[in-house]
C-alpha cells in the first residue's frame, strides 16, 4: 500500500512495556491568545510504536475522495472515524479515551465520545488549514485530543484573524496534544506535506459528542 522502509520506531521505545502514563502535572500548557490553549505531554503512551503497528493492520482503513475546483480528488490520508462509543480498534486507545475523560472530565463538562484516526503513509499526505467546525466547535469552547503515534510530522497552529506567528509542534510516538478553549475557531490547525521522505504517522483524535 506505501513504502515502509522510512518507518524507523523511536529507540527509547524498543522493549517498552505499552502503557498510557500519567497526566496531572506532566501535561504542560500554552496559553494561545482569543482563549485558546494547546495541552502537550510529551510520549504519553509509552511502547506506542506496538500500538501503531498494530493499527496498521487491524484498523479498515479508507481513501476519500472531495471535489475540488471542480474535479473528484482524493483526500491525501487514509481515514477510520470512530462514532459515539464505538468499539475502538484497541484496548490500550480505550485505556486511553477513559484516562483523558478523569484527567479532563471536570474541565469540559463531558466525555470524549467519538475517535477519528487518520493515516498519513509519507510526507505527501497532509491536512490543510482548517478548524473542526463542522459540529458545535463553531460555537462553544470545547477539546480535542490527538495521539500521534509513529513518523513525528509537524502540526502547525496559526490565529484566524492573521495575527501573530504559526506555532509547530513535532508530534509522533505517543505524544498527546489537546486543543481546548476557543482553539477551533478562532485558530487553525494543519499537517503541511513535507519535501522529506518521512515514514507513516497515525493521529487519533477524541472529540466529545457532537464536536467534528
Ligand atoms: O493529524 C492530526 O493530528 C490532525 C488531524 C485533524 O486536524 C483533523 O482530522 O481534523
Ligand atoms: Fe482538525
Known amino acids: 500500500m506505501f513504502d515502509n522502509a522510512w518507518f524507523q520506531g523511536s529507540l527509547l521505545d524498543a522493549d517498552t512495556p505499552e502503557a498510557v502514563g500519567a497526566l496531572g502535572d506532566a501535561v504542560e500548557r500554552v496559553a494561545l491568545s482569543h482563549g485558546a490553549w494547546v495541552d502537550l505531554r510529551r510520549g504519553w ?28 480528488v482524493d483526500v491525501p490520508r487514509l481515514l477510520c ?9 484497541d484496548p490500550l486507545l480505550t485505556e486511553a479515551r477513559t484516562a483523558l475523560d478523569r484527567h479532563y472530565g471536570p474541565e469540559l463538562g463531558e466525555p470524549f465520545t467519538t475517535a477519528g484516526l487518520c493515516l498519513y503513509r509519507d510526507g505527501r499526505d497532509s491536512v490543510a488549514w482548517h478548524g473542526d467546525t463542522t459540529g458545535r ?3 462553544d469552547d470545547t ?7 509513529g513518523t513525528p510530522r509537524a502540526l502547525t497552529l496559526r490565529p484566524r484573524d492573521g495575527g501573530g506567528c504559526t506555532l509547530r509542534y513535532e508530534v509522533g510516538h505517543g505524544d498527546l ?8 475557531r ?27
Open 81 to 89: 472515524f470512530y462514532g459515539d462509543d464505538a468499539a475502538l480498534p
Open 143 to 149: 477539546m480535542v485530543a490527538i495521539i500521534s503515534l
Open 177 to 184: 496534544l489537546v486543543m481546548g478553549g476557543s482553539c477551533q
Open 45 to 72: 503512551i509509552s511502547g506506542a510504536d506496538e500500538l501503531f503497528a498494530r493499527l496498521m493492520e487491524s484498523v479498515p482503513w479508507r481513501a476519500e475522495r472531495r471535489m475540488m475546483y471542480e474535479r473528484v
Open 137 to 139: 466547535g463553531s460555537t
Open 186 to 212: 478562532t485558530w487553525e490547525h494543519a499537517i503541511p506535506k513535507s519535501a522529506r521522505p518521512l515514514g507513516p504517522r497515525i493521529s487519533v483524535q477524541f472529540r466529545p459528542r457532537g464536536v467534528r
